[in-house]
């Protein structure tokens, strides 16, 4: 309905439209234009020529323009990322404010003049949207799909239309001003449209086209009439247009590079262009408006009344006359009253989203005629919505591109991504809402890309906490879980499941107790579902016509009733107490429709939705309050979370997030983690699999992988709590429970991963890896030392290594290959192999080539090998590979086993093909399925310490077997002896006839040849091929019966004879025999020849069993042993140095004599030291000593380095986890052996320090919040910082005020110390205006005492400051000098760059050896190399290719000249032995890890010296117990100059100066340098100059051509300047005229004279005190004029250049020079070629004063001089061309870059 009077003006429009045509004439002979350049706002009247800047800003943007030439209201868009916007001022640019900043590319604007309405196009939205003048009443009004692009748009008050071009389908559409009635009306000629005008007089429609065919293109109003009105091509030279105005029937465009302004007629045959203005100095010229008050006639309409027509919000004109319509702003929440007039928060919703449009809204359900949309949000493709009334936020989910769940309020703030891709999240068509739980539900679907020939798709529904802090995975069974519902009241979930078997499933809110309401036999596609009440409504839909139905399912009854059907596709419906909601879309239309059943008439009506599409629905109240009674889980006993369940008593279940590694236990409401658990790889997800029996089954969630993520193998560290897997080409590690999400440890790049398998004693993990060129690697990294420990064990070619199986008892690894001809997509050969190999990558041998078909799995058990293939065969193998037997086919050529792994006799393995985990037990062949339900199982890794004999189900009441009984995870089953089988009860043992039992022949592997069977002997799973009844073995062959002879029963022996009287009546393979007359024998009796001939089967009892099948074996275990591995003790004393004998000790602890001992030894003692304040050891006085027998001191082995007379001990934990076991034994020369064992606990109690703690800062800001940075503080501990956190993060937002910062430090073993500072964000009313940069910014502090305030360059993490002198110094906000060189350095240069790791680290070490030495001695120094520096190669982790050792110096501490006769004093004298090791850290390891190898060395050689002795000669050296080492030497690459964090290189523009301190200079001008690291600067060629800091040889320049501009400039200055020369020639002669007549002959004094000195005359000032006279020196000093009146008048128009790019105008940087030079600037150069001294120089202009037009300087154009910023004075001496600057000039500025244009 239309509010408003609904007069049609067509008397007045005529009316109106003389009045036009009168007033043309008096304003089409000149206008006012304004246009945008990109950066500035232009203002040029046609008639005087002049043109003016309006309104500038730097770094902007500005495209969009339009003006009320009624109101004087200038209105413009900036889509520059630093001041994107809508603004508006007065025509002057005075009072300019910000509109709106929510937009992002807005290129056209307009304006409704009548209604006071801004309509604008913002193409990255793909919206028409609209807003009042004061920016107020922001509304979408049309919404375009992705396939659409706006561009141009204009508006017709008078008719009621918007008009815009879309550039992408290349037509014009228009629509209502309320955005109803859309339509195209051209959709021919249209290409590249930019700027869309309207004739006011011919009611015509014109536009630009910016292609190579550009023109100006004109159409009647309804489209038609399409035509060129004029071509652009030839007075554009082919450049794009891009404004225009039409003003009657004169056309005025816009172009870009031309730097100029056309205008034509149109609608006329004559075609004349002229050039409006040209010159206008900028590159590109966007839109463009006129002050014509014709283009914007008067008219009269109530939208443009104070009262805004009587809406509250927003007035729109709906059509023809003054008809209108009241409506609501977009983001607002609110919705249109009852009233039509007012808009308020109603108080119910019915939300929608629109998938192709990406628009989320909702309607008010109270308005059911023509309701209006209300948009509260926008996405890629939004598909379902949900809403929650406790907290008024609305979720919907993206259905294509990234798939991502977004909430936010009804207003549209605070969105935010609620869950994404990255969590796991694949496509989202169901969300639902328990607002009283607080918890989300949605389903999430997805697939796996080929994997071995099949794609896995994965659907689960799942439920999420609204605070994001619990996720569970509710429901799996399902095929398609397409739209869910939730009753809030009765706490049910409902799912509409449409996969193969349709059904409407209900499930408690925590996904227990599924039950199919509805299934196949009723619904056809389930589509959506609603519930409300008792009812649940069901959409279901099929492809054929009249067949889509809505269907009611009675809760209560179960009744199923048809509400209606329709012919349309149902895509969602929503449900209230009165009706139904139904989205439909028919397909032959191609729109969608929006119905309403009214459930009491089942009367159906439609909502107009204008056609538009929706695939979300969902009705709600806007607001909900839970009641007291409504939550049963308050007061509840669950660990983690409860969840109401209203069926139940108590009514409520507990439930164990995912992600915690904790599992519900059987009291149902504790959550622990499992005792005994497997991990299983699950496409994307990690599974966690209790196997305790009393924990529930089904599987829990560890990690949720990205919705693309393909995790192919998993491994768990017990000892760390680790676990680590594959996920497509990286490797993932995280602790198990950790909520905190994955650590990456390699990244192969474009090796794919397959198999990982890990040493879990010695902290190795292994992995296979290949290439697309199948080169195949066996990777191996050390946990210890990280990825930088990476290397290739094995390196293969032409195949693929896949699975990895380690094993550590014998040190070696096995691995399957695939074949190139299988990756290669032949498929007439799949076999692969499996190969063996030492843990170190050596012996590598082949151990079984062909036999397997996709080799998938491995395991070992009993020292036997198993391997599975994809094609289902398992075969057992001797370790090297002999002796293959089959063990079990499953599922012959189909996908099947995976993954395999021994658990005892138990082998677990993942099928692809059921997707489950199953148990075999290969001694019985009993399977079960473990688990099912996962999407595709591909690794598993189990945590079993429980011995399932002595603690499995076997020992509980549930055990009811009649005979054995064997504990399986989590069950029990039972087994029965031979010539037994379980009966169906599974628990009682029955015997049977034979013990064989015919299996089919493949059990056999298909070898069993023409009358034998396969047989398998029950209850085991051995095969054999056994000779069918009536059949005997003749040797490999099993022939017939002969004659007579018989065998009634299966089984390889030989055949029975006939009883007497019986026969086989000459037939062979008899099963029996019969008498004579074919009668069966009686029982105990011969045969009766008389008896009637009958056929009787003699029963004769079955042999025993083959005695030559094998029997089981079973595996025992060594005692003391009990398969499990030695602890550290029992290792130690398993070494040949000691012995499990201990020393015998009596009653009273003495010792018995008969053996050695030890005196004061702490046995058994535990010690408690502390570690020194700066040594990460403790050190524990040796008191104690070993004697023999007799009582003599005799040397001991300690498993702990004593040095200097103390037992050195690393820290490795405070508490019981670092306690050490001190183990020391004593031999005797009896070969006795005596030891001492104690304990020591070593503590850290020494806090940390900061090395590093900010100051206090203080920041000025013109903003409420201001960004801050400072570098994080360091901290130093003895034995390392665990970690370093604070309550703020450098780069975070800051409010004005002070805030306390605080940093806390803490050591591995949780000692303490903190770092404060303030951060004080004042306001600044005036503003640096700092340049902005890359990963850093300015932080300007102030002193409190001298309130001097300085600024500097502060850089992010892993960032440090460009190490020019420009960028490391303090700035000043008045040195606006620097300030403008740093924003033009910033053009070439970053202010901050990347910090490398340091390449190479260098560390020295000393020992001290005892013996006669001297410094060049040949001999020695190769003894000393071989055992120190060749020892430490071999038993340290520093690989060759990392660590380098010197060699060895030696220094003696005396006089080497001494007679070395004197053996007894030279070998007591000391020399020092000194070597470097040096890093080459080319890989970039962090510095802990560097001090973690260099440490390990330390410590090596200080086990090595305690007992290291060399004989040289005669001569006997000894090392002392005495390691020294230097401080870490970083050295960096060349070109790189050191930082405190790392290496820093020279950027490009600069080079490397290597000095005694190196440093980075930038390029002089003149010169240039690409490229990073360089130690020189190239020269520009052909004598071209630059600007210092030139990064390229395009950016060399030379002095250009004058323009006309700039020659008409020239020629008016001459001109003026003879006139003036004339004139004073004139004065002067009449002087003289005069002085003659005057009575005295005296003349004018020279004061006098000086005044009559014309100011356009050069004086050549004094020579400078101190320079040379000589005619060679020339001195030149430009003097900065005074600012006149004038002088600014034309400054102020020199801003119209300052602000832009100017590719086409030369001197521009000249230009800016000069208009920035200050106080003066003195050159001294050699001058020799140019006037002589005294000579007149015209240095004025009309522009700026400065003289650039002058002689002197044509010859100075393009050098630096005129291009650099002066402060004060600087001198430069040498050839003028190529001089280089003292370093008082360092900071040059060079001519401004080109700003970044728009671009199409």
Same mark, same amino acid.
């Given at each position: 309905m239309t509010v408003g009077s609904g007069h049609t003006l067509q008397a007045r429009g005529w009316w109106l439209l003389l009045i036009v045509l009168s007033c043309l004439g008096q304003t089409t002979n000149g206008a006012v234009f304004f246009i945008s350049n990109g950066t500035s706002i232009l203002k040029f009247d046609s008639r005087s020529k002049a043109v003016g800047v309006v309104y500038t800003k730097p770094l902007a943007k500005i495209i969009g323009l339009a003006v009320d030439t009624t109101d004087n209201v200038l209105f413009w868009s900036d889509i520059s990322a630093d001041h994107r916007g809508l603004y508006t001022s007065d025509l002057e640019g005075q009072g300019a404010r910000l509109l709106t900043a929510d937009i992002q590319e807005v290129n056209g604007l307009t304006l409704d003049w009548a209604s006071n309405h801004i309509y604008w196009t913002d193409a990255k939205r793909r919206t028409l949207e609209i807003a009042n003048y004061d920016g107020s009443g922001r509304k979408i009004l049309v919404s375009?799909?992705?396939?659409?692009?706006?561009?141009?748009?204009?508006?017709?008050?008078?008719?009621?239309?918007?008009?815009?071009?879309?550039?992408?389908?290349?037509?014009?559409?228009?629509?209502?001003?309320?955005?109803?009635?859309?339509?195209?009306?051209?959709?021919?000629?249209?290409?590249?449209?930019?700027?869309?005008?309207?004739?006011?007089?011919?009611? %015509?429609?014109?536009?630009?086209?910016?292609?190579? @065919? /550009? *023109?100006?293109? $004109?159409?009647? !109003?309804?489209?038609? #009439?399409? %035509?060129?009105?004029?071509?652009?091509?030839?007075? @554009? /030279? *082919?450049?794009? $247009?891009?404004? !225009?105005?039409?003003? #009657?029937? %004169?056309?005025?465009?816009?172009?870009?590079?031309?730097?100029?302004?056309?205008?034509?007629?149109?609608?006329?045959?004559?075609?004349?262009?002229?050039?409006?203005?040209?010159?206008?100095?900028?590159?590109?010229?966007?839109?463009?408006?006129?002050?014509?008050?014709?283009?914007?006639?008067?008219?009269?309409h109530p939208c443009g009344h104070r009262d805004r027509g009587g809406c509250s919000h927003l007035c729109l004109p709906s059509g023809w006359g003054t008809a209108y319509d009241c409506s609501c702003p977009s983001f607002s929440g609110l919705a249109l009253d009852l009233d039509k007039a007012s808009c308020s928060e109603p108080d119910a919703l019915l939300l929608y989203t629109f998938q192709a449009l990406g628009d989320i809204g909702f309607i008010n359900p109270a308005i059911s005629d023509i309701p209006q949309t209300n948009i509260l949000g926008q996405s890629h493709s939004p598909n379902s919505v949900t809403y929650d009334p406790l907290q008024q936020i609305v979720y919907w989910s993206n259905r294509e591109g990234p798939s991502a769940i977004y909430r936010s309020d009804l207003r549209g703030q605070n969105k935010e991504e609620f869950l994404k891709e990255k969590d796991g999240l694949g496509y989202v068509d169901g969300l639902a809402l328990d607002w009283i739980g607080q918890f989300l539900y949605f389903t999430n679907s997805g697939q796996s890309q080929t994997f071995a020939g099949s794609i896995f798709p994965w659907h689960r529904v799942e439920m999420i906490s609204l605070d994001g802090r619990i996720r569970r995975t509710v429901v799996t069974d399902v095929q398609q879980p397409r739209k869910i519902a939730v009753d809030h009241h009765k706490g049910f979930l409902y799912v509409v499941d449409g996969g193969d078997e349709p059904r409407l499933l209900r499930t408690n809110l925590d996904g227990s107790q599924p039950t199919t309401l509805i299934d196949g036999k009723v619904l056809t596609n389930p589509l959506a579902v609603s519930i409300f009440g008792n009812h649940v409504y069901l959409a279901d839909g099929t492809a054929t016509k009249d067949s889509s139905a809505l269907i009611s399912y009675n809760s209560v009854n179960g009744s199923v009733t048809t509400l209606m059907k329709t012919s349309s596709n149902i895509l969602d419906i929503t449900s209230s107490s009165t009706s139904v909601y139904i989205s439909t879309y028919d397909e032959e239309q191609n729109q969608g429709h929006m119905y309403v059943l009214e459930l009491a008439t089942l009367k159906k009506s439609e909502l107009n939705f204008q056609g538009r599409i929706a695939t979300g629905l969902s009705y709600s109240k806007r607001v909900q309050v839970v009641g007291p009674r409504e939550d049963p889980c308050e007061g509840s006993p669950c660990s983690h979370k409860c969840i109401r369940v209203t069926t139940q008593s108590p009514p409520y279940n507990c439930i164990c997030p995912d992600g915690t590694g904790v599992m519900m236990t059987n009291d149902g409401s504790t959550c622990r983690r499992p005792r005994n658990f497997m991990l299983v790889a699950d496409l994307n997800l990690i599974q966690m699999v209790s196997l305790d029996p009393n924990t529930e089954p089904r599987p829990h969630t560890v990690h949720h992988g990205h919705s693309q993520s393909d995790i192919l193998s998993v491994v768990y560290d017990s000892i760390n709590n680790t676990v680590y897997w594959i996920d497509t080409a990286k490797i993932f590690s995280m602790r198990l429970g950790n909520v905190n999400g994955p650590t990456q440890l390699v990244d192969s790049g474009h090796f794919s991963l397959g198999g990982l398998a890990l040493d879990e004693k010695k902290q190795r993990l292994y992995w296979s890896s290949y290439d697309q060129a199948l080169n195949g690697r066996i990777m191996r990294m050390k946990l210890k030392h990280g990825p930088i420990s990476t290397k290739a064990i094995v390196t293969v070619n032409r195949a693929v290594p896949r699975t990895i199986l380690l094993y550590p008892r014998r040190r070696w690894i096995f691995w399957t290959e695939y074949p190139e001809r299988h990756i290669s997509g032949d498929q007439d050969s799949h076999e692969g192999s499996i190969h063996r190999a030492h843990?170190?990558?050596?012996?590598?041998?082949?151990?079984?080539?062909?036999?397997?078909?996709?080799?998938?799995?491995?395991?070992?058990?009993?020292?036997?090998?198993?391997?599975?293939?994809?094609?289902?065969?398992?075969?057992?193998?001797?370790?090297?590979?002999?002796?293959?037997?089959?063990?079990?086919?499953?599922?012959?050529?189909?996908?099947?086993?995976?993954?395999?792994?021994?658990?005892?006799?138990?082998?677990?393995?993942?099928?692809?093909?059921?997707?489950?985990?199953?148990?075999?037990?290969?001694?019985?062949?009993?399977?079960?399925?473990?688990?099912?339900?996962?999407?595709?199982?591909?690794?598993?890794?189990?945590?079993?310490?429980?011995?399932?004999?002595?603690?499995?189900?076997?020992?509980?009441?549930?055990?009811?077997?009649?005979?054995?009984?064997?504990?399986?995870?989590?069950?029990?089953?039972?087994?029965?002896?031979?010539?037994?089988?379980?009966?169906?009860?599974?628990?009682?043992?029955?015997?049977?006839?034979?013990?064989?039992?015919?299996?089919e022949e493949v059990n056999c592997r298909g070898r069993c040849g023409e009358n034998s069977q396969c047989a398998r002997l029950l209850p085991t799973i051995t095969f054999h091929c056994l000779c069918r009844p009536g059949h005997q073995p003749d040797f490999k062959k099993c022939t017939a019966c002969p004659i007579n002879y018989y065998k009634s029963w299966m089984a390889n022996t030989t055949c029975s004879t006939c009883e007497l009287r019986t026969t086989t009546h000459?037939?062979?393979?008899?099963?029996g025999c019969t008498c004579r007359n074919h009668q069966p024998p009686p029982q105990n009796e011969p045969c009766?020849?008389?008896?009637?001939?009958?056929?009787?089967?003699?029963?004769?009892?079955?042999?025993?069993?083959?005695?030559?099948?094998?029997?089981?074996?079973?595996?025992?275990?060594?005692?003391?042993?009990?398969?499990?591995?030695?602890?550290?003790?029992e290792q130690m004393l398993g070494d040949p140095r000691f012995t499990n004998k201990w020393t015998p000790i009596n009653k009273n602890g003495a010792h018995s004599r008969g053996s050695p001992y030890f005196e004061n030894c702490p046995s058994r003692?535990?010690?408690?030291?502390?570690?020194?304040?700066?040594?990460?050891?403790?050190?524990?006085?040796?008191?104690?000593?070993?004697?023999?027998?007799?009582?003599?001191?005799?040397?001991y082995i300690t498993n702990y380095p004593e040095i200097d007379g103390k037992l050195v001990l690393e820290w490795t934990a405070n508490g019981e986890d670092g306690k050490h076991t001190i183990l020391m034994d004593a031999n005797d020369i009896t070969g006795q052996i005596t030891v001492c064992k104690f304990y020591v606990l070593v503590e850290d109690e020494v806090p940390p320090t900061f090395a590093y703690c900010p100051r206090d800062l203080s920041v000025k800001s013109t903003k409420q919040q201001e960004r801050v940075l400072w570098q994080k503080p360091a901290a130093e501990d003895n034995i390392g910082v665990g970690s370093v956190t604070g309550t703020h993060r450098s780069g975070e937002e800051f409010p004005q005020g002070i805030t306390i910062v605080n940093f806390t430090a803490?050591?591995?073993?949780?000692?303490?110390?903190?770092?404060?500072?303030?951060?004080?964000?004042?306001?600044?009313?005036?503003?640096?205006?700092?340049?902005?940069?890359?990963?850093?910014?300015?932080?300007?502090?102030?002193?409190?005492?001298?309130?001097?305030?300085?600024?500097?360059?502060?850089?992010?993490?892993?960032y440090a400051v460009n190490p020019l002198e420009l960028f490391r110094q303090s700035y000043s906000c008045d040195d606006h000098e620097v300030l403008q060189s740093l924003k033009d350095v910033l053009k070439y240069q970053q202010g901050c760059l990347s910090v490398e790791a340091p390449s190479v680290v260098t560390q020295e070490f000393t020992v001290w050896f005892k013996g006669p030495c001297e410094s060049d001695d040949p001999d020695l120094e190769d003894e000393l190399y071989l055992a120190v520096i060749q020892y430490l190669k071999v038993h340290t982790h520093c690989s060759s290719r990392l660590c380098h050792f010197s060699n060895i110096t030696i220094e003696c501490d005396y006089d080497t000249t001494l007679d070395r006769n004197r053996r007894s004093y030279m070998e007591s004298l000391l020399f020092m032995v000194r070597w470097n090791v040096t890093i080459d850290n080319g890989t970039g390891l962090p510095e802990g890890q560097i001090r973690s190898i260099l440490q390990d060395i330390r410590l090596e050689l200080e086990r090595l010296l305690p007992g290291l002795q060399l004989h040289l000669d005669t001569h006997q050296y000894m090392a002392v117990r005495k390691v020294e080492t230097s401080d870490l030497i970083w050295s960096c690459r060349l070109g790189e100059i050191w930082n405190q964090d790392g290496c820093v290189a020279c950027p490009p523009g600069s080079r490397y100066v290597s000095d005694s301190s190196p440093y980075c200079d930038i390029c002089p001008p003149g010169t240039y340098q690409p490229f990073d690291r360089q130690e020189e600067?190239?020269?520009?060629?052909?004598?071209?100059?630059?600007?210092?800091?030139?990064?390229?040889?395009?950016?060399?320049?030379?002095?250009?051509?004058?323009?006309?501009?700039?020659?008409?400039?020239?020629?008016?200055?001459?001109?003026?300047?003879?006139?003036?020369?004339?004139?004073?020639?004139?004065?002067?002669?009449?002087?003289?005229?005069?002085?003659?007549?005057?009575?005295?002959?005296?003349?004018?004094?020279?004061?006098?004279?000086?005044?009559?000195?014309?100011?356009?005359?050069?004086?050549?000032?004094?020579?400078?005190?101190?320079?040379?006279?000589?005619?060679?020196?020339?001195?030149?000093?430009?003097?900065?004029?005074?600012?006149?009146?004038?002088?600014?008048?034309?400054?102020?128009?020199?801003?119209?250049?300052?602000?832009?790019?100017?590719?086409?105008?030369?001197?521009?940087?000249?230009?800016?020079?000069?208009h920035n030079g200050s106080a003066r600037t003195v050159y001294q150069n050699d001058f020799s070629n140019m006037s002589p001294p005294g000579s007149p120089r015209m240095l004025g202009s009309p522009m700026t004063d400065r003289g650039i037009n002058s002689p002197m300087a044509e010859r100075v154009m393009g050098s630096p001089i005129l291009g650099s910023p002066v402060t004060d004075r600087a001198i430069y001496n040498g050839d003028f061309r190529n001089f280089s600057p003292t370093p008082r000039t360092n900071s040059l500025r060079r001519p401004r870059n080109q700003y970044h244009m728009y671009e199409d």
């Amino acid at each position: 309905m239309t509010v408003g009077s609904g007069h049609t003006l067509q008397a007045r429009g005529w009316w109106l439209l003389l009045i036009v045509l009168s007033c043309l004439g008096q304003t089409t002979n000149g206008a006012v234009f304004f246009i945008s350049n990109g950066t500035s706002i232009l203002k040029f009247d046609s008639r005087s020529k002049a043109v003016g800047v309006v309104y500038t800003k730097p770094l902007a943007k500005i495209i969009g323009l339009a003006v009320d030439t009624t109101d004087n209201v200038l209105f413009w868009s900036d889509i520059s990322a630093d001041h994107r916007g809508l603004y508006t001022s007065d025509l002057e640019g005075q009072g300019a404010r910000l509109l709106t900043a929510d937009i992002q590319e807005v290129n056209g604007l307009t304006l409704d003049w009548a209604s006071n309405h801004i309509y604008w196009t913002d193409a990255k939205r793909r919206t028409l949207e609209i807003a009042n003048y004061d920016g107020s009443g922001r509304k979408i009004l049309v919404s375009l799909t992705s396939n659409e692009e706006p561009r141009g748009i204009v508006v017709d008050p008078v008719l009621g239309y918007l008009y815009w071009a879309d550039q992408w389908n290349g037509r014009i559409e228009r629509a209502r001003l309320n955005g109803k009635g859309r339509e195209v009306v051209v959709n021919q000629g249209v290409y590249w449209s930019n700027q869309l005008a309207l004739s006011m007089v011919f009611r %015509k429609l014109y536009w630009v086209e910016a292609t190579t @065919t /550009s *023109g100006i293109m $004109s159409c009647n !109003l309804d489209g038609s #009439g399409v %035509k060129k009105e004029r071509d652009l091509f030839n007075i @554009t /030279s *082919g450049n794009p $247009s891009f404004g !225009l105005v039409v003003i #009657g029937n %004169k056309a005025i465009v816009s172009t870009w590079h031309n730097n100029a302004i056309f205008s034509t007629l149109v609608g006329t045959p004559v075609s004349r262009w002229n050039t409006e203005v040209s010159h206008l100095g900028t590159g590109k010229l966007y839109s463009l408006t006129s002050l014509d008050r014709s283009t914007q006639p008067a008219y009269n309409h109530p939208c443009g009344h104070r009262d805004r027509g009587g809406c509250s919000h927003l007035c729109l004109p709906s059509g023809w006359g003054t008809a209108y319509d009241c409506s609501c702003p977009s983001f607002s929440g609110l919705a249109l009253d009852l009233d039509k007039a007012s808009c308020s928060e109603p108080d119910a919703l019915l939300l929608y989203t629109f998938q192709a449009l990406g628009d989320i809204g909702f309607i008010n359900p109270a308005i059911s005629d023509i309701p209006q949309t209300n948009i509260l949000g926008q996405s890629h493709s939004p598909n379902s919505v949900t809403y929650d009334p406790l907290q008024q936020i609305v979720y919907w989910s993206n259905r294509e591109g990234p798939s991502a769940i977004y909430r936010s309020d009804l207003r549209g703030q605070n969105k935010e991504e609620f869950l994404k891709e990255k969590d796991g999240l694949g496509y989202v068509d169901g969300l639902a809402l328990d607002w009283i739980g607080q918890f989300l539900y949605f389903t999430n679907s997805g697939q796996s890309q080929t994997f071995a020939g099949s794609i896995f798709p994965w659907h689960r529904v799942e439920m999420i906490s609204l605070d994001g802090r619990i996720r569970r995975t509710v429901v799996t069974d399902v095929q398609q879980p397409r739209k869910i519902a939730v009753d809030h009241h009765k706490g049910f979930l409902y799912v509409v499941d449409g996969g193969d078997e349709p059904r409407l499933l209900r499930t408690n809110l925590d996904g227990s107790q599924p039950t199919t309401l509805i299934d196949g036999k009723v619904l056809t596609n389930p589509l959506a579902v609603s519930i409300f009440g008792n009812h649940v409504y069901l959409a279901d839909g099929t492809a054929t016509k009249d067949s889509s139905a809505l269907i009611s399912y009675n809760s209560v009854n179960g009744s199923v009733t048809t509400l209606m059907k329709t012919s349309s596709n149902i895509l969602d419906i929503t449900s209230s107490s009165t009706s139904v909601y139904i989205s439909t879309y028919d397909e032959e239309q191609n729109q969608g429709h929006m119905y309403v059943l009214e459930l009491a008439t089942l009367k159906k009506s439609e909502l107009n939705f204008q056609g538009r599409i929706a695939t979300g629905l969902s009705y709600s109240k806007r607001v909900q309050v839970v009641g007291p009674r409504e939550d049963p889980c308050e007061g509840s006993p669950c660990s983690h979370k409860c969840i109401r369940v209203t069926t139940q008593s108590p009514p409520y279940n507990c439930i164990c997030p995912d992600g915690t590694g904790v599992m519900m236990t059987n009291d149902g409401s504790t959550c622990r983690r499992p005792r005994n658990f497997m991990l299983v790889a699950d496409l994307n997800l990690i599974q966690m699999v209790s196997l305790d029996p009393n924990t529930e089954p089904r599987p829990h969630t560890v990690h949720h992988g990205h919705s693309q993520s393909d995790i192919l193998s998993v491994v768990y560290d017990s000892i760390n709590n680790t676990v680590y897997w594959i996920d497509t080409a990286k490797i993932f590690s995280m602790r198990l429970g950790n909520v905190n999400g994955p650590t990456q440890l390699v990244d192969s790049g474009h090796f794919s991963l397959g198999g990982l398998a890990l040493d879990e004693k010695k902290q190795r993990l292994y992995w296979s890896s290949y290439d697309q060129a199948l080169n195949g690697r066996i990777m191996r990294m050390k946990l210890k030392h990280g990825p930088i420990s990476t290397k290739a064990i094995v390196t293969v070619n032409r195949a693929v290594p896949r699975t990895i199986l380690l094993y550590p008892r014998r040190r070696w690894i096995f691995w399957t290959e695939y074949p190139e001809r299988h990756i290669s997509g032949d498929q007439d050969s799949h076999e692969g192999s499996i190969h063996r190999a030492h843990t170190s990558g050596t012996h590598h041998h082949i151990i079984i080539k062909r036999g397997l078909m996709w080799p998938s799995a491995l395991a070992i058990y009993d020292n036997r090998l198993y391997a599975a293939a994809m094609g289902g065969r398992v075969l057992s193998m001797d370790l090297d590979g002999a002796n293959i037997e089959e063990l079990y086919v499953f599922e012959p050529f189909t996908v099947g086993v995976y993954e395999m792994s021994f658990l005892s006799n138990y082998l677990l393995m993942t099928n692809l093909k059921r997707r489950s985990v199953d148990l075999l037990d290969i001694e019985t062949g009993w399977n079960t399925t473990i688990s099912s339900q996962f999407s595709r199982p591909t690794s598993l890794s189990y945590y079993h310490p429980t011995d399932l004999t002595e603690n499995g189900e076997c020992r509980t009441e549930k055990n009811h077997c009649s005979n054995n009984c064997v504990s399986i995870p989590r069950s029990l089953y039972c087994t029965c002896p031979e010539r037994h089988t379980l009966a169906p009860d599974g628990q009682t043992c029955v015997e049977v006839a034979e013990p064989w039992e015919a299996v089919e022949e493949v059990n056999c592997r298909g070898r069993c040849g023409e009358n034998s069977q396969c047989a398998r002997l029950l209850p085991t799973i051995t095969f054999h091929c056994l000779c069918r009844p009536g059949h005997q073995p003749d040797f490999k062959k099993c022939t017939a019966c002969p004659i007579n002879y018989y065998k009634s029963w299966m089984a390889n022996t030989t055949c029975s004879t006939c009883e007497l009287r019986t026969t086989t009546h000459r037939q062979t393979g008899s099963t029996g025999c019969t008498c004579r007359n074919h009668q069966p024998p009686p029982q105990n009796e011969p045969c009766d020849d008389s008896l009637e001939e009958a056929v009787v089967t003699v029963k004769v009892p079955p042999p025993p069993p083959v005695t030559s099948q094998p029997k089981p074996t079973y595996k025992v275990w060594p005692k003391g042993n009990h398969g499990k591995g030695d602890s550290e003790e029992e290792q130690m004393l398993g070494d040949p140095r000691f012995t499990n004998k201990w020393t015998p000790i009596n009653k009273n602890g003495a010792h018995s004599r008969g053996s050695p001992y030890f005196e004061n030894c702490p046995s058994r003692e535990t010690l408690t030291v502390q570690v020194a304040a700066t040594k990460s050891k403790a050190y524990i006085p040796v008191t104690w000593s070993a004697y023999s027998s007799r009582g003599i001191q005799i040397p001991y082995i300690t498993n702990y380095p004593e040095i200097d007379g103390k037992l050195v001990l690393e820290w490795t934990a405070n508490g019981e986890d670092g306690k050490h076991t001190i183990l020391m034994d004593a031999n005797d020369i009896t070969g006795q052996i005596t030891v001492c064992k104690f304990y020591v606990l070593v503590e850290d109690e020494v806090p940390p320090t900061f090395a590093y703690c900010p100051r206090d800062l203080s920041v000025k800001s013109t903003k409420q919040q201001e960004r801050v940075l400072w570098q994080k503080p360091a901290a130093e501990d003895n034995i390392g910082v665990g970690s370093v956190t604070g309550t703020h993060r450098s780069g975070e937002e800051f409010p004005q005020g002070i805030t306390i910062v605080n940093f806390t430090a803490t050591d591995q073993a949780g000692n303490r110390a903190y770092c404060n500072f303030t951060v004080h964000v004042y306001e600044d009313k005036k503003s640096c205006e700092f340049p902005e940069m890359d990963n850093g910014l300015f932080v300007c502090t102030m002193n409190p005492k001298t309130h001097v305030e300085s600024c500097s360059v502060v850089c992010e993490k892993t960032y440090a400051v460009n190490p020019l002198e420009l960028f490391r110094q303090s700035y000043s906000c008045d040195d606006h000098e620097v300030l403008q060189s740093l924003k033009d350095v910033l053009k070439y240069q970053q202010g901050c760059l990347s910090v490398e790791a340091p390449s190479v680290v260098t560390q020295e070490f000393t020992v001290w050896f005892k013996g006669p030495c001297e410094s060049d001695d040949p001999d020695l120094e190769d003894e000393l190399y071989l055992a120190v520096i060749q020892y430490l190669k071999v038993h340290t982790h520093c690989s060759s290719r990392l660590c380098h050792f010197s060699n060895i110096t030696i220094e003696c501490d005396y006089d080497t000249t001494l007679d070395r006769n004197r053996r007894s004093y030279m070998e007591s004298l000391l020399f020092m032995v000194r070597w470097n090791v040096t890093i080459d850290n080319g890989t970039g390891l962090p510095e802990g890890q560097i001090r973690s190898i260099l440490q390990d060395i330390r410590l090596e050689l200080e086990r090595l010296l305690p007992g290291l002795q060399l004989h040289l000669d005669t001569h006997q050296y000894m090392a002392v117990r005495k390691v020294e080492t230097s401080d870490l030497i970083w050295s960096c690459r060349l070109g790189e100059i050191w930082n405190q964090d790392g290496c820093v290189a020279c950027p490009p523009g600069s080079r490397y100066v290597s000095d005694s301190s190196p440093y980075c200079d930038i390029c002089p001008p003149g010169t240039y340098q690409p490229f990073d690291r360089q130690e020189e600067c190239f020269p520009c060629h052909d004598d071209l100059n630059s600007n210092p800091g030139t990064t390229d040889s395009k950016q060399c320049f030379e002095a250009t051509a004058l323009d006309q501009m700039s020659k008409f400039i020239i020629i008016t200055a001459c001109t003026f300047g003879f006139v003036f020369l004339g004139m004073a020639i004139i004065l002067y002669f009449q002087y003289k005229r005069q002085q003659k007549k005057s009575r005295g002959l005296g003349g004018l004094t020279a004061a006098d004279a000086q005044k009559y000195v014309p100011p356009n005359l050069f004086t050549p000032p004094a020579p400078l005190p101190g320079l040379s006279p000589e005619p060679s020196q020339r001195t030149i000093t430009i003097s900065k004029p005074k600012l006149t009146p004038d002088t600014k008048s034309k400054l102020k128009q020199s801003h119209l250049y300052s602000n832009h790019d100017y590719d086409d105008m030369p001197y521009t940087s000249t230009l800016s020079s000069l208009h920035n030079g200050s106080a003066r600037t003195v050159y001294q150069n050699d001058f020799s070629n140019m006037s002589p001294p005294g000579s007149p120089r015209m240095l004025g202009s009309p522009m700026t004063d400065r003289g650039i037009n002058s002689p002197m300087a044509e010859r100075v154009m393009g050098s630096p001089i005129l291009g650099s910023p002066v402060t004060d004075r600087a001198i430069y001496n040498g050839d003028f061309r190529n001089f280089s600057p003292t370093p008082r000039t360092n900071s040059l500025r060079r001519p401004r870059n080109q700003y970044h244009m728009y671009e199409d």
